[in-house]
């Protein structure tokens, strides 16, 4: 079952904050971040790890609650390159795969 | 490195014809996988594969075939291409971790197939 994201889609001025959630039906292992922009390929932007390890890069943090199956991703001060469609993609236990989320369209306006 | 490349960027077929998508990566990662994305729509894993020689079925893969002879390739199979295939097909690469979980995907640019 795909995971669900809220919102859908969002419009923000450059500067505000924004929070993407993501919910599975299923005991997590991991949760991945990917943000594609039009026309592109997705590209990794973190995971969230079981226990609380965390990989990244840029300004952009997230966290992860097992218990619940969900996980946030935060995105402060945001500037225009932000924009694009950002994909969270749980992985559960025993799978090499990724089972990606509906999307949430991010539009950052100046 | 270029990362992982695929072959063509565009293709329009006729229903009923076959082709093949080329997906290579030169990272040296054992995981890959093929998805698809409609338009508007998230991602779908249509086969991946742990090794060379290992491959196994994801969400959609129906009307598909995969082999992986090598490390580097993992080529996608259509048979009988239908309206339905019409799509946006990426192949991806990861590391293995040891133990549980998985490195981060990384994608090819992607083939934008039309089926008319």
């Known amino acids: 079952q795909q995971p669900v994201q809220s919102p859908q889609a969002v419009i923000l001025r450059e500067g505000e904050d924004a929070v993407i959630n993501c919910s599975s039906s299923k005991a997590l292992y991991s949760v991945h971040w990917y943000r594609q922009k039009h026309g592109e390929a997705p590209v990794f932007l973190m995971i969230?790890?079981?226990?609380?390890e965390q990989k990244g890069h840029e300004k952009i943090s997230a966290s992860f609650n097992e218990k619940k199956q969900q996980s946030s991703l935060y995105l402060t001060a945001s500037q225009l390159s932000y924009s694009g469609t950002y994909f969270c993609g749980p992985e559960d236990f025993g799978n090499e795969k990724l089972t990606f989320g509906t999307g949430t369209r991010l539009t950052i306006i100046p | 490195n270029a990362g992982v490349t695929q072959t063509p960027k565009f293709r329009i077929l006729k229903i009923g014809q076959s082709m093949t998508l080329q997906c290579t990566q030169d990272m040296n990662h054992n995981y890959m996988y093929w998805y698809r994305q409609d338009p508007g729509m998230g991602l779908k894993l249509i086969y991946y594969s742990v090794g060379a020689g290992i491959t196994d079925k994801g969400e959609v893969p129906n009307g598909y075939n995969v082999s992986r002879s090598t490390t580097e390739d993992f080529p996608l199979r259509l048979e009988l291409a239908a309206p339905s295939q019409t799509s946006v097909y990426f192949c991806?690469?990861?590391?293995?971790?040891?133990?549980?979980?998985?490195?981060?995907?990384?994608f090819g640019p992607g083939t934008r197939l039309t089926v008319t």
């Open positions: 969230l790890l079981k226990g609380g």
């Open positions: 991806a690469s990861s590391y293995a971790r040891e133990g549980p979980g998985s490195y981060e995907q990384y």
